[in-house]
Each structure stands twice: as structure tokens, then as C-alpha cells.
């Protein structure tokens, strides 16, 4: 595997490990405890969850991005959709009317933008700040990648719409042990299945437009 491969899988396990531990506390060190502080512990890891699905997944990216970068590819050589991912603001303009002047700017900063290697800034990478399964397919589709996480599209919805609705206030939501225990697993794999994507997207060059 390549570099860029074990830094991703340098990211899952220090998650995975640290994901680990709130199934430990939760099994072990509030055995003792009463259901309501059970309930409150398990309520509060739910966002935790979320940060680390939402963190691996720009992070990965994020260095898929640092990669193709560093390979300062010709834009004609590459996918259409990493092409098109680099200029999204770029075509920001083309979203609403616009002026004879701010289209020719348009134009100007679209045929220099052709004459340079492609760049794609990382700061294009977004998640929103809601990960749900719609914006990972987003997030697959600039980079031309495949999307094997159909079946997880129920169990990634569910973690995002439970955060957001802890994140704003509700306490009424019952999170017990079972429940955690089955977003990280769920987590783990979907880690793995995104780390074998990316590595034969790197090693089978499917970042060329074939």
C-alpha cells in the first residue's frame, strides 16, 4: 500500500481505538451507575460518534486531494468531475444573472485556471457540517469514486439526525448501550470499505479520465 494509504489507516485506528473506549466506559465504569446517568452518557456519544465519521472523512480526503495535487496533472488528462470540482468557485458566477463584466471576468479566470495544472484548493472539501449518506455520495462523485456504502445509508442518516437533534437540545432521545455499540461498529466498517476505495483509486489511477 502507499503512503497515502497508511496515513488513512494511521487515522482509522487512532478513532477506532478512541471510539473503542466509549463502549469500555459505557460497559464497565457505569455499571454501577443508575439509568438516568447511563442514558445522559450514552446521549452525549453520539456526538462524539459524529465528529470522529465527520473528522476521518475530511481528513481522508483532504490527503487524496494533497496527493492529486502533488501529481500536478495536465486538465486534460483528468476526470471531469475532479475538473469540475476544482472550479467550483469558479463557477459560483453562473449560479444567478450576470453582468457583461462579471462574465468576461468569468472567462478570464476560466482560461487561466485551463493553462495551470490542476488544483484542487482543499477547501472545497465540505461536508456541510452534516455528513449524512446524501452528501458522502456528493463528496464521492467530485473525486469519480465508487460508492459502496449502500448499504449503510439507514445507520449513517440515523447517526446524523440523532447529533442534530442532540446538538439542538432535545433530550428526549434514548441512546443505551446497544445503540452506541452498533455506530461504531458500523463505523469501523465503513472506515474500511472507504480506505480500500481510496487505495485502489490512487493505485489504478482512476483519477485520469479514461
Known sequence: MIQLTNEIIASREWRV?????????????????DNKTKEEYF?????????H?????????????????SLKLD???????????????????????QSFEQSQKFVERFVNNYR????IAPALLSTKSNLNYDQICVILRKFGMVNSLGKYKIDINQLVNQRNRIAHGENGIIIDFDNVSRKISVLQEVFDILILEIDRYINNKMYLRN
Open 17 to 33: 481505538s478512541e471510539l473503542e473506549k466509549l463502549k469500555k466506559i459505557g460497559l464497565v465504569e457505569l455499571s454501577t451507575c
Open 43 to 51: 446521549r452525549m456519544c453520539v456526538p462524539y460518534i459524529y465528529a
Open 53 to 69: 465519521w465527520e473528522g476521518f472523512v475530511v481528513e481522508s480526503f483532504k490527503q487524496v486531494i494533497g496527493y492529486i495535487n
Open 75 to 97: 486538465i486534460e488528462e483528468v476526470r471531469y468531475e475532479l475538473y469540475t470540482f476544482s472550479l467550483q468557485d469558479v463557477l459560483k458566477p453562473l449560479a444567478g444573472k
Open 116 to 119: 495551470e495544472p490542476l488544483y
